[in-house]
């Protein structure tokens, strides 16, 4: 079990401030912007799974939802970038003030911003490649707005994703890499006037996460095996 987590309904739990937090640290704008971006772009990575509605026994209170998990292998020592996408499963839509993330010790994470993709989004990308499309990209540096999942489902609203860039930031981090996933554990988000709290994820432990560089290759097997994840407990 890594430091600073505790096992807890099956779910990995922070214990005591982690050391890898942010908070709309946007990254630096670039000068251009590519010349054509796709709406999602999954390169090297994978959408474990997407959450499409509540289950029974949910808090009322409970009205934004982390609604997908995604992995991508660390092929860029810059980082990679994802678009995490959230659910509004409340009447009407939800103004978030502020977004933070805690990670796994070691994990260096950058909250960059919100977006609809409408202009394009890194669905989990390279760093590299992603960083000519963050300009564009990225509609809310600060404050935005989640609609109403009725409202995204009946077309009157496009759905929302929070855009992060996640790094290895030291060398032990760098080591275990070589056999282990390193995940971004929670988004913790402001609503309104609300106190910052956990969004509940019921697809996995984990929001994002960093597999060793060559998954996916012939005979390589992932750090992140998929018999292992658990949903997080954040209710």
């Known amino acids: 079990m890594r430091e600073g987590l505790v096992t807890m309904a099956g779910a990995a739990v922070p214990t005591g401030p982690p050391r890898s937090r942010s908070r709309w640290r946007l990254a630096r704008r670039p000068g251009g912007v590519a010349a054509a971006a796709v709406c999602a772009a999954i390169v090297g990575g994978v959408v474990l799974a997407a959450d499409r509605g509540p289950a029974a026994g949910d808090a009322a209170s409970h009205d934004l939802v982390v609604s997908e998990v995604l992995t991508a292998p660390m092929v860029d020592p810059d980082g990679i970038v994802f678009s995490v996408a959230l659910r509004n499963d409340g009447a009407d839509a939800v103004y978030v003030v502020e977004v933070d993330a805690l990670a796994d010790d070691g994990v260096d994470v950058e909250v960059l911003g919100a977006s609809t993709c409408r202009h394009g989004c890194a669905g989990a990308m390279a760093w590299a490649d992603a960083e000519s499309m963050m300009e564009r990209s990225i509609e809310w540096s600060e404050g935005f707005r989640v609609p109403a999942e009725q409202d ?22 760098e080591r275990r890499l070589a056999t282990e996933c390193l995940a971004v554990r929670r988004l913790v988000a402001r609503v309104g006037n609300g106190p910052s709290r956990p969004l509940p994820n019921r697809l996995a432990d984990f929001v994002v996460a960093l597999d060793r560089s060559d998954a996916g290759m012939p005979g390589v097997r992932s750090g992140c095996p998929v018999d292992e994840w658990e949903p997080a407990a954040t209710e």
Do not use: I, S, T, Y
């Not at 995204?152 to 981090?173: C, H, N, S």
């Open 152 to 173: 995204v489902q009946a077309g009157r609203a496009d759905p929302v994703k929070v855009v992060l860039r996640v790094r290895v930031g030291d060398a032990d981090a």
